[in-house]
């Protein structure tokens, strides 16, 4: 089927060359993409699509420089000190900024913006990467609950606060990657004056009537006026964004007059509108490269990538499935809930994982293999750390020792999960089942016969939430994309007690775990409670070390823990391809970008 | 006739309460957290982001106070917020019709005419050539899936030739209408194009419509005209027919006037029904060309458990199935006289 469609789409491809037209509205960037916008309010938005919007519209203190994630330019600040300690960040605000309704840019709109966001603080948003660090809760209403509505406003003014004419920031513990957090499209700086114009909230301690809004109750919901390099023309939910170019903006003026981000979700759409030329810059899928080939090699079509992206695939084990799971792992024909828990049986599976074949067929060989959760490029990614590579003789050799033996004299099963519709996922996961199963052979030659059944399960996303939340899925994969380009941001969902897919791996199954550091040398040997509380406490170090060197030990430690017990299952970095017309100019590719930034685009 | 719509219109709550609980019955088997998906477009980073979700919409309330909360705002005109098309509902609806409903009607017009035409046609040249053809043509229609030869004509005439276009209207359109000098009436741009005298917008917006208006009419065409062939067939076979015939009336008479008149009742079934056909047929063909209609939204609601829109569009289709059945009655006693609708 996948082969029938990728032909006809070729032949589509091969037929749009027999007549390329020419650039079309010079001064208009088109970009054809999938994924509509949720939100244009910054503290609300937490995809890419509605950051997208939000950056080509909005400014931060500081941004990326150039291509990089992981340093940084002035922005709407001019400078910037970090307190010897690591807890006071103290900006100089931009003079002669002008936002797009007419107003000027002030330190006080700066403050405001910050503290608007953590009143916000909205269920599900962004905004818990600066409670976690300013206030050092997850949620503004968890402190309001500790201290009350009035001391959770006192924090709140005490975190962020105006200081002659510099805004200050203090941290409740040191934390490298708060840099990049103000990087981020949940910390643009919004008119002070025009929210509270808007109906937003007004600057007294009665902040609860403006917490926690839905996305349409925010007075930010559909408007927009920042200080970026365009201006918001038109958003019609589901159909299209226009902006247009501001001229007043305080660095040169965008060399695009207008851009337009319209939502086609069918991919043979969006081609024709590329072979159009009504498209400039289009998504393609994974599963779709091979359409835009002939055009690429034609000349007609650009290809930058693959691009290490900020994504990673992985799967993860369950150490203990939720009594009552229709996942239920069994043991010998019997219910065992805790039966991943065993490292033997965790690291058969990673054995049985070829993941040179999973990266040629599924991926077209533009994935990398992960050692552990720290992305590649990130700090703390250990180049010489071992994984477990394919390798059917130990992965067998690892059965034979799971739970003494049992495993691999009385049979189990475990079911392996995905969310529906996601063609990678489905074939590493059957590969799996493939190669664990095709050691029953030997079993029944020993004379077992009860099998070691693997069951691959797709389910849809709704469920595939409700089941991963309430810990009743055995062995799940899903990806994880970071908000900001710093290692914490992968250890704290893949290790730390409240983690996004640690909260679901129970970890604490694992009792009186031993440590003896490798890398981080400094630390005592000793034995933790739990698995969990090991790994506990040295995120919490590494996220409050102020000694890159130190910190770097600390994540290598972490990797080096996650891989010898085998917490995940065929874990990869996946990369990114951008396609746009040949006539686009000025593209170039930052993984922390959330969609095109137009203000580096022309056309020509 | 008055007394029988009164009564049609009379069930008309009734089979919307019906449909309402209905709907609502079938979204109680969801757990919460599934219907808290619809927020949650990612992986929840915060460990209690769904919990969060929950409680502050009430998912987790027994599903008659749900639905007793619905009802109470309903009444008071205000059918909610559509998730998926990120306005109320009613207004989601109100701004997605026009689109589907211009796509619609001109996609009728070739329906009964060319469908009723051929249909005609091919009975009077019963298991002759013409026949044969729009057997062919009728077969072809309904076998072919339709997103397959959507596909086709915007790879010739969009990407190739560049004849026609996706979407609804072109940019430049867009812009007159952002600077007010194009007013949308009806929000249907031939329509409104024809208001505001202005031929080169009516141009625009049937460029953008020739490709799904043959997409989405194509398998109703052949329909039709099968039904319309039978029927004649049936008809011309009878003895009046013959008798009119024997009288010495012109064909033309014989056919037009006496025949296909009876032929019409099976066709008028059919008719009546089209139009609620075509908005479904929407879904594929909105999706396809990138027109953004009722039918694109519908599906979207649907697959993201928006119970909210779905429980909206359930609401307008009821009303419009009732109306369209109502209409259907009416032109019974239109073409046959002998039918009374009391």
């Given at each position: 089927?996948?082969?029938?469609?990728?032909?006809?789409?070729?032949?589509?491809?091969?037929?749009?060359?027999?007549?390329?037209?020419?650039?079309?509205?010079?001064?208009?960037?088109?970009?054809?993409?999938?994924?509509?916008?949720?939100?244009?309010?910054?503290?609300?938005?937490?995809?890419?699509?509605?950051?997208?919007?939000?950056?080509?519209?909005?400014?931060?203190?500081?941004?990326?420089?150039?291509?990089?994630?992981?340093?940084?330019?002035?922005?709407?600040?001019?400078?910037?000190?970090?307190?010897?300690?690591?807890?006071?960040?103290?900006?100089?605000?931009?003079?002669?900024?002008?936002?797009?309704?007419?107003?000027?840019?002030?330190?006080?709109?700066?403050?405001?913006?910050?503290?608007?966001?953590?009143?916000?603080?909205?269920?599900?948003?962004?905004?818990?990467?600066?409670?976690?660090?300013?206030?050092?809760?997850?949620?503004?209403?968890?402190?309001?609950?500790?201290?009350?509505?009035?001391?959770?406003?006192?924090?709140?003014?005490?975190?962020?606060?105006?200081?002659?004419?510099?805004?200050?920031?203090?941290?409740?513990?040191?934390?490298?990657?708060?840099?990049?957090?103000?990087?981020?499209?949940?910390?643009?700086?919004?008119?002070?004056?025009?929210?509270?114009?808007?109906?937003?909230?007004?600057?007294?301690?009665?902040?609860?009537?403006?917490?926690?809004?839905?996305?349409?109750?925010?007075?930010?919901?559909?408007?927009?006026?920042?200080?970026?390099?365009?201006?918001?023309?038109?958003?019609?939910?589901?159909?299209?964004?226009?902006?247009?170019?501001?001229?007043?903006?305080?660095?040169?003026?965008?060399?695009?007059?207008?851009?337009?981000?319209?939502?086609?979700?069918?991919?043979?759409?969006?081609?024709?509108?590329?072979?159009?030329?009504?498209?400039?810059?289009?998504?393609?899928?994974?599963?779709?490269?091979?359409?835009?080939?002939?055009?690429?090699?034609?000349?007609?079509?650009?290809?930058?990538?693959?691009?290490?992206?900020?994504?990673?695939?992985?799967?993860?084990?369950?150490?203990?499935?939720?009594?009552?799971?229709?996942?239920?792992?069994?043991?010998?024909?019997?219910?065992?809930?805790?039966?991943?828990?065993?490292?033997?049986?965790?690291?058969?599976?990673?054995?049985?994982?070829?993941?040179?074949?999973?990266?040629?067929?599924?991926?077209?060989?533009?994935?990398?293999?992960?050692?552990?959760?720290?992305?590649?490029?990130?700090?703390?990614?250990?180049?010489?750390?071992?994984?477990?590579?394919?390798?059917?003789?130990?992965?067998?050799?690892?059965?034979?020792?799971?739970?003494?033996?049992?495993?691999?004299?009385?049979?189990?099963?475990?079911?392996?999960?995905?969310?529906?519709?996601?063609?990678?996922?489905?074939?590493?996961?059957?590969?799996?089942?493939?190669?664990i199963e095709s050691l029953n052979d030997i079993r029944r030659n020993e004379g077992f016969r009860i099998p070691i059944a693997v069951e691959v399960l797709?389910?849809?996303?709704?469920?595939?939430?409700?089941?991963?939340?309430?810990?009743?899925?055995?062995?799940?994969?899903?990806?994880?994309?970071?908000?900001?380009?710093?290692?914490?941001?992968?250890?704290?969902?893949?290790?730390?007690?409240?983690?996004?897919?640690?909260?679901?791996?129970?970890?604490?199954?694992?009792?009186?775990?031993?440590?003896?550091?490798?890398?981080?040398?400094?630390?005592?040997?000793?034995?933790?409670?739990?698995?969990?509380?090991?790994?506990?406490?040295?995120?919490?170090?590494?996220?409050?070390?102020?000694?890159?060197?130190?910190?770097?030990?600390?994540?290598?430690?972490?990797?080096?823990?996650?891989?010898?017990?085998?917490?995940?299952?065929?874990?990869?970095?996946?990369?990114?391809?951008?396609?746009?017309?040949?006539?686009?100019?000025?593209?170039?590719?930052?993984?922390?970008?959330?969609?095109?930034?137009?203000?580096?685009?022309?056309?020509? | 006739?008055?007394?029988?719509?009164?009564?049609?219109?009379?069930?008309?709550?009734?089979?919307?309460?019906?449909?309402?609980?209905?709907?609502?019955?079938?979204?109680?088997?969801?757990?919460?957290?599934?219907?808290?998906?619809?927020?949650?477009?990612?992986?929840?980073?915060?460990?209690?982001?769904?919990?969060?979700?929950?409680?502050?919409?009430?998912?987790?309330?027994?599903?008659?106070?749900?639905?007793?909360?619905?009802?109470?705002?309903?009444?008071?005109?205000?059918?909610?917020?559509?998730?998926?098309?990120?306005?109320?509902?009613?207004?989601?609806?109100?701004?997605?019709?026009?689109?589907?409903?211009?796509?619609?009607?001109?996609?009728?017009?070739?329906?009964?005419?060319?469908?009723?035409?051929?249909?005609?046609?091919?009975?009077?040249?019963?298991?002759?050539?013409?026949?044969?053809?729009?057997?062919?043509?009728?077969?072809?229609?309904?076998?072919?899936?339709?997103?397959?030869?959507?596909?086709?004509?915007?790879?010739?005439?969009?990407?190739?030739?560049?004849?026609?276009?996706?979407?609804?209207?072109?940019?430049?359109?867009?812009?007159?209408?952002?600077?007010?000098?194009?007013?949308?009436?009806?929000?249907?741009?031939?329509?409104?194009?024809?208001?505001?005298?202005?031929?080169?917008?009516?141009?625009?917006?049937?460029?953008?419509?020739?490709?799904?208006?043959?997409?989405?009419?194509?398998?109703?065409?052949?329909?039709?005209?099968?039904?319309?062939?039978?029927?004649?067939?049936?008809?011309?076979?009878?003895?009046?027919?013959?008798?009119?015939?024997?009288?010495?009336?012109?064909?033309?008479?014989?056919?037009?006037?006496?025949?296909?008149?009876?032929?019409?009742?099976?066709?008028?079934?059919?008719?009546?029904?089209?139009?609620?056909?075509?908005?479904?047929?929407?879904?594929?063909?909105?999706?396809?060309?990138?027109?953004?209609?009722?039918?694109?939204?519908?599906?979207?609601?649907?697959?993201?458990?928006?119970?909210?829109?779905?429980?909206?569009?359930?609401?307008?289709?009821?009303?419009?199935?009732?109306?369209?059945?109502?209409?259907?009655?009416?032109?019974?006693?239109?073409?046959?006289?002998?039918?009374?609708?009391?």
């Amino acid at each position: 089927m996948w082969r029938k469609l990728s032909l006809a789409l070729v032949l589509f491809g091969v037929v749009g060359l027999i007549a390329w037209p020419q650039v079309k509205n010079p001064d208009t960037m088109v970009v054809v993409t999938i994924g509509d916008i949720e939100t244009l309010d910054p503290a609300w938005a937490y995809d890419t699509a509605s950051g997208e919007a939000i950056f080509n519209m909005y400014e931060t203190l500081i941004f990326f420089k150039g291509a990089s994630s992981t340093e940084f330019e002035p922005m709407l600040a001019t400078a910037w000190e970090v307190s010897p300690d690591g807890l006071v960040y103290t900006f100089t605000i931009r003079s002669g900024v002008k936002f797009h309704m007419g107003g000027t840019l002030t330190p006080a709109d700066v403050v405001y913006s910050f503290h608007r966001a953590l009143i916000q603080d909205r269920s599900g948003g962004p905004i818990h990467m600066l409670t976690e660090v300013l206030l050092d809760v997850a949620s503004i209403g968890e402190l309001a609950e500790a201290v009350g509505d009035g001391g959770a406003f006192q924090a709140i003014q005490d975190a962020v606060k105006l200081v002659g004419d510099k805004v200050v920031f203090t941290l409740k513990f040191p934390f490298a990657p708060f840099i990049q957090i103000l990087a981020g499209t949940w910390s643009a700086i919004a008119d002070k004056e025009w929210v509270i114009a808007q109906g937003g909230w007004d600057s007294t301690a009665n902040w609860r009537n403006w917490h926690d809004p839905a996305a349409e109750e925010s007075e930010l919901f559909k408007t927009a006026n920042g200080t970026g390099p365009f201006k918001l023309e038109r958003w019609v939910p589901g159909e299209e964004i226009s902006f247009v170019r501001f001229d007043g903006y305080w660095r040169a003026p965008a060399k695009l007059a207008r851009a337009v981000i319209k939502v086609v979700d069918e991919w043979g759409t969006r081609l024709a509108m590329f072979e159009a030329g009504d498209a400039d810059i289009i998504a393609v899928p994974r599963a779709y490269v091979a359409a835009m080939d002939p055009l690429v090699k034609a000349g007609k079509a650009r290809l930058f990538g693959p691009n290490p992206g900020a994504v990673s695939q992985t799967g993860f084990f369950n150490f203990k499935v939720k009594d009552g799971s229709p996942f239920m792992p069994l043991l010998a024909g019997v219910a065992k809930p805790d039966l991943l828990a065993d490292v033997h049986l965790r690291r058969a599976f990673n054995y049985a994982a070829d993941l040179d074949t999973y990266i040629k067929e599924a991926w077209l060989g533009e994935a990398f293999k992960l050692r552990g959760p720290v992305l590649e490029g990130r700090l703390g990614y250990n180049k010489d750390q071992p994984i477990l590579g394919f390798d059917m003789e130990k992965a067998q050799a690892e059965l034979r020792l799971a739970w003494d033996g049992t495993v691999w004299k009385s049979g189990a099963r475990i079911t392996i999960t995905y969310n529906a519709g996601n063609v990678q996922r489905k074939f590493v996961a059957e590969m799996i089942e493939r190669n664990i199963e095709s050691l029953n052979d030997i079993r029944r030659n020993e004379g077992f016969r009860i099998p070691i059944a693997v069951e691959v399960l797709e389910i849809p996303w709704p469920s595939y939430l409700k089941y991963m939340d309430d810990s009743q899925l055995g062995i799940f994969f899903i990806g994880w994309m970071e908000d900001y380009a710093h290692p914490h941001n992968w250890v704290h969902p893949f290790m730390y007690r409240t983690g996004a897919f640690a909260l679901g791996q129970n970890f604490d199954v694992m009792k009186d775990v031993a440590f003896a550091p490798v890398y981080a040398t400094w630390l005592p040997a000793k034995t933790y409670a739990t698995l969990q509380a090991l790994f506990d406490e040295l995120v919490d170090l590494a996220k409050k070390e102020p000694d890159l060197k130190k910190a770097e030990l600390l994540y290598f430690e972490l990797n080096r823990l996650a891989v010898e017990n085998s917490i995940n299952l065929a874990s990869l970095m996946t990369t990114a391809r951008h396609y746009e017309q040949v006539w686009v100019k000025g593209w170039f590719y930052n993984p922390s970008f959330p969609g095109e930034y137009f203000y580096n685009l022309a056309k020509g | 006739m008055v007394a029988f719509i009164v009564r049609r219109l009379l069930i008309l709550p009734i089979i919307l309460f019906g449909v309402t609980v209905f709907v609502f019955g079938v979204f109680s088997f969801l757990d919460p957290v599934m219907r808290a998906s619809l927020y949650v477009r990612d992986v929840p980073k915060t460990t209690d982001a769904l919990q969060r979700i929950i409680a502050k919409y009430g998912l987790d309330d027994p599903i008659h106070i749900q639905y007793w909360r619905w009802i109470n705002q309903v009444v008071r005109g205000n059918f909610g917020w559509s998730k998926t098309a990120q306005r109320p509902v009613l207004q989601a609806i109100g701004h997605y019709l026009p689109a589907t409903l211009e796509l619609a009607l001109w996609a009728m017009i070739p329906v009964i005419f060319i469908g009723i035409w051929l249909g005609i046609l091919s009975a009077l040249h019963h298991n002759r050539a013409l026949d044969h053809t729009t057997r062919v043509f009728a077969l072809v229609g309904w076998s072919f899936p339709s997103f397959v030869y959507g596909l086709l004509l915007l790879m010739v005439f969009y990407a190739m030739l560049q004849w026609f276009a996706p979407g609804r209207i072109s940019d430049w359109v867009i812009r007159e209408v952002i600077a007010g000098t194009f007013i949308q009436h009806t929000g249907m741009y031939t329509l409104d194009a024809i208001l505001n005298g202005r031929l080169d917008v009516f141009g625009d917006a049937l460029r953008h419509l020739v490709m799904p208006v043959i997409t989405l009419s194509y398998i109703q065409w052949a329909l039709l005209l099968r039904v319309t062939r039978s029927s004649m067939l049936e008809t011309l076979r009878q003895e009046y027919v013959i008798t009119a015939r024997a009288k010495g009336l012109k064909e033309r008479v014989v056919v037009y006037k006496h025949a296909a008149r009876n032929a019409m009742i099976p066709v008028a079934t059919m008719g009546g029904l089209l139009l609620i056909g075509l908005l479904n047929g929407v879904i594929i063909t909105e999706t396809v060309f990138n027109y953004p209609g009722l039918g694109r939204m519908a599906a979207t609601a649907a697959t993201q458990l928006d119970i909210l829109t779905v429980l909206g569009i359930t609401l307008f289709s009821s009303v419009l199935l009732v109306f369209g059945n109502l209409a259907v009655d009416i032109l019974y006693a239109v073409i046959d006289p002998r039918i009374r609708l009391e």
